[in-house]
């Protein structure tokens, strides 16, 4: 059954968990902005943070909580210049000197209606005050909700909300007056990422904030699904929830992240910053274990910095379109078994019906990415920008063939 978890005052985490695995090929339903029926990896979103009302699938009574987070990136002559540590290298890193390098970039964000309210991190884009955060961190702040942002020198600012984009969990703040030494976080690119390349978590777990945990990357394009209550759940503020599904084409690492880490940085060797740490892997309550397992997830700063720019210049965001519904799905290609996402439909006129894409066919990669379910492809697709040309690998008829699609835009009524 699907058990809301709601977010809980400062320090006082709740615990829920997800469905580990994919279950066995269904045929899809349109809801949202998803395309097809989207399971979870067995992740847990950050319920600490002050916004949303945020759900998972239940696998006990007891489960334990995910700490999620935000990217970030603009452009401009105020975003962050990029400029490496200069003493870090993948096979030694300067810890020490990231972290000075870092922190100051990294803030903690606190929302307050009345007597509720709950914490969050975030990253600073640029000195006009743009921060980033998770969605979920601010999602329940209404009109008499107060945003103050700490940043690491201790000094607390106002801040409102610039733009929000719950189906990537990802939101903008603008902050009130802000300092003219305001340092934004200098950003990298998730796309030169490699397995075992080591990285650096920064955020306000718990409370507790400046806090550093380093790990390496344990995997990428993980697919990561994490759902909102199925029904409509009032948050601490008083504002009704809607259901949403976020679904993440992620980062694994293992450094550790825990509740009130949503919104902070994932940073590489040289302190740049590379990912949103976004949720965690949850085992069950008879395991006695709680908060992080060295199991996190981090939405790709390539992604999140294309969201960041849409929320500053707009306030809402657009995103990449295929047009097709899939579900997870196997084929046989040679002696082998394929799994991946396979087409049960076409939209008329969409990118996938211009490219060929045809009903049957089972999607197994996108450009160097492997898709092995309908959660990865969703993922994949929904980490590129609007009109990127992928190419796609399709197993039709026993037979593996390149397919080349131009993304397209998602219609508002599919997301």
């Known amino acids: 059954m699907d058990q809301p978890t709601a977010p809980l005052p400062p320090q006082h985490p709740s615990y829920a968990s997800a469905l580990a695995t994919p279950p066995p090929p269904r045929m899809p339903r349109h809801r949202g902005r998803r395309i097809g029926e989207l399971t979870a990896v067995a992740v847990l979103t950050a319920a600490l943070a002050s916004g949303g009302t945020w759900g998972?699938?239940?696998?006990?009574?007891?489960?334990?909580?995910?700490?999620?987070?935000?990217?970030?990136?603009?452009?401009?002559?105020?975003?962050?210049?990029?400029?490496?540590?200069?003493?870090?290298?993948?096979?030694?890193?300067?810890?020490?000197?990231?972290?000075?390098?870092?922190?100051?970039?990294?803030?903690?964000?606190?929302?307050?209606?009345?007597?509720?309210?709950?914490?969050?991190?975030?990253?600073?884009?640029?000195?006009?005050?743009?921060?980033?955060?998770?969605?979920?961190?601010?999602?329940?702040?209404?009109d008499d909700a107060t945003i103050t942002v700490t940043l690491s020198d201790g000094k607390t600012y106002r801040a409102s909300i610039a733009g929000e984009d719950a189906s990537t969990d990802l939101a903008v703040l603008t902050l009130e007056d802000p300092p003219d030494d305001l340092q934004p976080i200098t950003v990298g690119s998730s796309s030169g990422l490699e397995v075992g390349d080591p990285v650096m978590a920064v955020g306000n777990p718990l409370g507790l904030s400046g806090t550093v945990t380093t790990g390496i990357v344990s995997a990428l394009d993980r697919p990561v699904t994490t759902s909102s209550t199925e029904s409509e759940q009032q948050d601490p503020f008083g504002q009704q929830q809607q259901s949403s599904?976020?679904?993440?084409?992620?980062?694994?690492?293992?450094?550790?992240?825990?509740?009130?880490?949503?919104?902070?940085?994932?940073?590489?060797?040289?302190?740049?910053?590379?990912?949103?740490?976004?949720?965690?892997?949850?085992?069950?309550?008879?395991?006695?274990?709680?908060?992080?397992?060295?199991?996190?997830?981090a939405i790709p700063v390539d992604e999140a910095q294309w969201i960041a720019e849409q929320l500053i210049e707009d306030g809402q965001a657009e995103h990449a379109f295929l047009g097709v519904t899939p579900s997870d799905g196997t084929a046989e290609l040679g002696s082998a078994t394929r799994s991946g996402a396979q087409i049960r439909s076409v939209s008329d006129g969409s990118p996938a019906a211009e490219a060929g894409l045809q009903e049957g066919d089972l999607v197994v990669g996108v450009d160097d990415s492997t898709v092995t379910s309908a959660e990865s492809l969703v993922g994949i697709i929904r980490s590129h920008r609007i009109g990127t040309k992928v190419s796609l690998a399709v197993v039709r008829d026993g037979e593996e063939q390149t397919i080349e699609a131009t993304l397209g835009t998602a219609p508002t009524s599919q997301g």
Do not use: C, Y
């Not at 972290?99 to 007597?115: D, F, L, M, Q």
């Not at 743009?130 to 702040?141: K, P, R």
């Not at 994932?266 to 892997?281: F, K, P, Q």
């Open 56 to 142: 998972v699938m239940s696998l006990t009574d007891d489960g334990t909580t995910a700490a999620s987070s935000t990217s970030a990136s603009t452009s401009g002559d105020s975003a962050a210049s990029v400029v490496p540590v200069s003493s870090a290298s993948k096979t030694n890193p300067d810890w020490n000197a990231v972290t000075a390098a870092v922190t100051p970039s990294v803030v903690s964000i606190t929302v307050s209606a009345g007597g509720s309210g709950g914490e969050g991190s975030g990253v600073v884009l640029d000195k006009e005050g743009h921060v980033l955060t998770n969605h979920h961190v601010v999602s329940g702040a209404g």
């Open 245 to 297: 599904q976020v679904v993440t084409s992620a980062i694994q690492t293992s450094a550790a992240v825990n509740p009130g880490n949503s919104g902070g940085a994932l940073v590489d060797a040289a302190g740049r910053l590379v990912g949103i740490n976004s949720s965690i892997a949850s085992l069950g309550s008879s395991s006695g274990q709680s908060g992080s397992i060295g199991i996190g997830f």
